[in-house]
Nanobody
């Protein structure tokens, strides 16, 4: 069964750091662009970051540039989201998603582009 599984969420203090992982099972991520999205209570799902299948292109939400870093390790079939200096407003359920339908050097932060989704991991930023 093909699935994406997020891990690494939890409680983190403002200004701390946290690394989320998105591991694929049942398929290889080599040819998939991967996106991270988040949804806070009462808010719509929003794009956080994405990385192209080649790993050569990344995109970030404007409010997150410089604080979050996306990377991928195809040998481990895993994509990471490094969260540095998180803020309380970053509290949300974080989801990873995959799509094979983008060119190898392209990723876009649009949920409709992604066909496979994980179940999400809760991130709470609080002192």
């Amino acid at each position: 069964q093909s699935q994406l599984v997020e891990s690494g969420g939890g409680l983190v203090q403002p200004g701390g750091s946290l690394r989320l992982s998105c591991a694929a099972s049942g398929f290889t991520l080599d040819y998939y662009a991967i996106g991270w999205f988040r949804q806070a209570p009462g808010k719509e799902r929003e794009g956080v970051s994405c990385i192209s299948s080649s790993g050569g292109s990344t995109n970030y939400a404007d409010s997150l540039k410089g604080r979050f870093t996306i990377s991928r390790d195809n040998a481990k079939n895993t994509v990471y989201l490094q969260m540095n200096s998180p803020k309380p407003e970053d509290t949300a359920v974080y989801y990873c998603a995959a799509t094979p339908r983008l060119p190898i050097r392209l990723c876009v932060l649009s949920p409709s582009v992604f066909s496979s989704w994980g179940q999400g991991t809760q991130v709470t930023v609080s002192s």
